[in-house]
């Protein structure tokens, strides 16, 4: 990805290839790709997860990133998605 990285055409294109999934085939690969990046992130070296790292301008822990962007990033997709089927 790169600075000019339209992330809305960034998400067209990752979701195109889900709109024939059902409910259930899309939670079960909600469930997998979760439970994936979870045995990743359980094999990351301490003090990798520990060390310092720059993302937008902001230097944090690398398990702080690893937490904005794998975990509470993908739950705003799930309540985002659930607000459109709801509505």
């Given at each position: 990805m790169t600075q000019s990285t339209d992330i809305g055409d960034l998400n067209a294109?990752?979701?195109?290839?889900?709109?024939?999934?059902?409910?259930?085939?899309?939670?079960?690969?909600?469930?997998?790709?979760?439970?994936?990046?979870?045995?990743?992130?359980?094999?990351?070296?301490?003090?990798?997860?520990?060390?310092?790292?720059?993302?937008?301008?902001m230097t944090v822990p690398a398990s702080d990133i690893i937490a904005n962007l794998g975990v509470l990033h993908g739950n705003h997709h799930l309540y985002e998605a659930a607000l459109r089927v709801a509505f």
């Open positions: 294109q990752t979701i195109a290839s889900m709109r024939e999934m059902t409910p259930d085939q899309l939670m079960g690969m909600i469930e997998t790709n979760y439970r994936n990046a979870a045995d990743w992130v359980q094999g990351v070296p301490d003090d990798q997860l520990e060390a310092p790292k720059t993302f937008a301008q």
